[in-house]
């Protein structure tokens, strides 16, 4: 694995208003992450921590008023490096409070042209994205090898619509579709979850992108067949050794398919460290949510001895009403008095608390 | 050990959907019959529970709908503390109703959205009992304490209650009527880890404070196996398998139970990848006219079928494998069950 970064998202915030609550969601606020050449960064998080919008951003398709108000996304391919989010401050004016945005305005119709010009060259071609319900991200009326061939047409050098053809086919093949030659014809609705979920797999990757962004790949999908995706997913990646960014709340596809894991929670990234450091930690040096997610799958010893889950108190975090200090101090259970105040007033930075392993908590700071 | 009365008892339940000649098809075409549940036999205990598990399309929703009477039966007999209750005519099932009670799946059409919260219980209370205002005030009281909810949520709409809230007040309107079994349909999907944990947490506490008895369908292995005395396990509209819990997961005799639970990753193991088997590898679990099958419904996707050299027994059509007694209250429906 080369250390080339390519992708890089700083202080990204993403926001949307609630016209009803005359209020901001705050989707995303303050994220950071990045992605190197060949990885797969597993996103893990609740829903409503941000997974999806964070990635939405990077493609430029959040249009909802604001959207994306501030931040850097440097992405590089073919040995160039771009920021995606170039002179957005000419754009947008925000009002700063305790170093948080209160206030936003956005000129949005000149913001989406001069994404759109920019991210016309990249979307599909160097990022491709796996949405997160395959049926309905398929067009219906059109047969899925043809969709599969107009992404090749769009996406990559061959225009050539019997080469085109081709090509989809050995992308069905790829994605290990039984007898493809006939599910080329076949149309979405006769497919079902785990063929349409191979399809679209097929079709972001049919333009050979630099990043694959996969949102939820398995989600909705029965155990087995969500076992076989995931095989897939592996396979493929052993393949291709393709840059991925795996979104998932889902802690077994994560652990088996990435190689550094982020863990997100109401629009901030809370740790990240190698896949090992987080989700099979030995000595438990995690930041509290990480922790308690950990505890609330059912392991061994609960179904043994019948213990109850540890389950997280209170709701998952509701991103109108973000809270002041720590976002994660309400459910935290490993609050003490020691750092009470610290977690009450201010949210931390995050810490390198051993090479490469990220920690936002106060409890890692000695005072 | 005093031995547990059974709540439940259901014997060679049937249940057929028919595709039938439509008015567009303009006389083309034959009615044709999908079984959605083809002679299904279980009991329950009271005070336990019976973890129903399978992928989508093999049944378990329809088995817990056919039990409430929510959609007839087409054969079969169903008796709840030892009463059959298909034969019994809508008048006279209706006080049974107060005891038994369903947790709908789908969290948003459950619950009426022009309702608060309130309302909502209210209705559900006064249903089966003669209550006065204050009387039907406490007891929602007593019920929003038990499933674990904030009284100021009473005045909300279901829109404006989070995912697990909205399960609790489905739980908390199931148990208004002073139900004693549910059926509790995918309680935990849709819903985040931390809020699943919450839920199941709270089921299991219910049923050891008020002795409910669970009929628990998921396609979530590891909390059936968390919560489940007993599972039983569907292919097709089948029972497979059925046995203890432990049993099912960690030494399953049928080739589909040990296909679906060897999907599961555990912690310990999740760097080395699941052994592929073959002959699943077609994603196809749900029932399909142009694939029809004779004999045993999982021949087509089944290793030992393929190991044991296609035997002839799998596909012949008059030998159907039958749930058999193998031990240790341990039942399966295969003709080579693993060891």
Redesign the interface.
Known sequence: MSETIILRIENLHTFFYARSKQAFVRAVEGVDLEIMQGETLGVLG??GSGKTITALSVMGLVSTEPGVISGKIEFSSKGLQQNLLQDLDQYVQHQRKNGRIMAVQKDCGGWQRKTERLMGDIRGKEIAMIFQNPQSSLNPFVTVGKQITEAVQLNTEIKNSREAQQRALHWLERV?I?SPRLRYHNHPYGL?G??CQRVMIAMALAAEPSLLIADEPTTGL???????VV?LL?ELKAVLNTTTMLIS?D??VI??LSDRVAVMYGGRVMESGSVQEI??SKDGSNHPYTT??L??????K???DKI??????G??IDTMNIPGGCRFYPRCNQKNDRINQSCKEHEPALKEISPGHWVRCWLYYDE | MKMKKTILEVVNLKKYYHQGRGPFSLGRGRQRTIPAVDDVSFYLKENETLGLVG??GSGKTTVGKTILRLIPATSGEIFFDGKEILSLSAGEFHPLRKDMQMVFQDLDAGLNPKMRVQAILKEAVRVHHQMSSPEVDDRIRTLLEQVNLKESKLGNFPHEL?G??KRRVGIARALAVGARFLVADEPTSGL???????V??LL??LQDRLGLSYLFIS?????V??VSHKVAVMYLGRIVELGL??HI?HAPRHPYTR??WS?????ES?EV??P?SPG???????FDFERSFSGCRFAPRCPVYQEQARPDICTDPVSEPQLYDVGRAHKVACHFPLS
């Open positions: 609740e829903s290990k039984d079902s785990g063929m029965d155990a087995t067949i969500q076992a076989k095989e592996m709340h802690m077994e652990g088996r989700l099979r308690a997610l505890g609330c799958i059912p392991e061994e609960h179904i043994k109850t889950l540890q389950a997280i108190e709701d998952v | 992928e989508s989070s697990g809230e985040d880890v931390s809020i699943q944990a919450q199941v947490n299991k506490d396609h979530d292995l590891r909390m196996e968390l819990a432990g997961a296909s679906l999907s599961l990753v555990t912690k999740r990848s699941a592929t699943s590898s077609g994603d196809w679990g749900v």
